[in-house]
């Protein structure tokens, strides 16, 4: 199982629902030193930054390999997979904007 870091859309559970088509095992936690912010690209949907500080509030979502494909193609390229350390000292993934420059 992976674990997945979600901050925006995704803490939706009918979103969850749809995108996966099940619900999975999830837990609240928050990501320290970061903060969300709006993507450069596609405005209306939240990315996060480094941010010394600052603090993100999401869910770990218990997924399995196949939901991380299907998680991936929901992200599009426009995002890229970190690991992060999470406040409760689970690491996780968590997509973050993914600038191509």
Not at 13 to 29: A, C, F, Q, Y
Not at 45 to 73: C, E, F, M, Q
């Amino acid at each position: 199982m992976t674990k997945i870091f979600v901050y925006g859309s995704l803490c939706d559970e009918h979103t969850r629902k749809i995108i996966l088509g099940r619900e999975v095992p999830n837990k609240s936690d928050k990501l320290k030193d970061f903060a969300k912010e709006n993507h450069s690209v596609l405005k209306v949907y939240p990315t996060i930054k480094k941010h010394l500080g600052a603090s993100v509030d999401g869910l770990v979502l218990d997924v399995g390999d196949y939901d991380v494909n299907i998680l991936d193609r929901y992200e599009t390229t426009l995002y890229k997979k970190i690991e992060v350390n999470l406040e409760s000292g689970e690491n996780a993934l968590a997509y973050i904007e993914d600038h191509k420059d």
